[in-house]
């Protein structure tokens, strides 16, 4: 994987996500062209994924799809599952992690919703279409 510190974003990316295929097309509306990690073929290593979740600032609870069938079969939805619990199943289980999730040099974030990631680019675009034909503003509530 590469260093926090890249030059341009990185995303961990499920195409078959609509929120994660907005994500991608507002970074590239922005001008970027951002290195793609489609993590379900190519997951990050346990260590990067710590990494990942101390830039963030978030635990690994937060980063938990927590919507996936296997979450609950796995008894990961239980509150008393750690922390090293959580990545393990993660890991094992690249489905559990949550999408999209951007790194630039600014900082890493989930990117749920998409226009979260507005905070994350050098020069965002000022509106965006997702999609569903929902638009969003940059700055404006």
Same mark, same amino acid.
């Given at each position: 994987?590469?260093?926090?510190?890249?030059?341009?974003?990185?995303?961990?990316?499920?195409?078959?996500?609509?929120?994660?295929?907005?994500? !991608?097309?507002?970074?590239?509306?922005?001008?970027? %062209?951002?290195?793609?990690?489609?993590?379900?073929?190519?997951?990050?290593?346990?260590?990067?994924?710590?990494? !990942?979740?101390?830039?963030?600032?978030?635990?690994?609870?937060?980063? !938990?799809?927590?919507?996936?069938?296997?979450?609950?079969?796995?008894? !990961?939805?239980?509150?008393?599952?750690?922390?090293? %619990?959580?990545?393990?199943?993660?890991?094992?289980?690249?489905?559990?992690?949550?999408?999209?999730?951007?790194?630039?040099?600014?900082?890493?974030?989930l990117c749920r919703p998409s226009e979260r990631v507005f905070d994350l680019l050098n020069t965002p675009v000022s509106s965006f279409?997702?999609?569903?034909?929902?638009?969003?503003?940059?700055?404006?509530?």
């Amino acid at each position: 994987m590469k260093p926090f510190e890249a030059s341009k974003p990185l995303i961990f990316h499920n195409p078959n996500c609509g929120t994660s295929r907005n994500t !991608l097309a507002i970074i590239k509306a922005s001008g970027e %062209q951002p290195d793609i990690v489609e993590y379900l073929k190519t997951p990050p290593t346990r260590d990067y994924l710590v990494e !990942l979740l101390t830039k963030m600032a978030i635990p690994p609870r937060e980063l !938990l799809r927590s919507k996936e069938p296997i979450c609950k079969e796995m008894g !990961l939805d239980n509150a008393s599952v750690s922390d090293d %619990q959580l990545i393990d199943a993660m890991i094992a289980h690249p489905i559990l992690i949550n999408r999209p999730i951007v790194v630039t040099d600014k900082s890493a974030a989930l990117c749920r919703p998409s226009e979260r990631v507005f905070d994350l680019l050098n020069t965002p675009v000022s509106s965006f279409t997702k999609e569903d034909g929902e638009v969003i503003h940059y700055g404006q509530p």
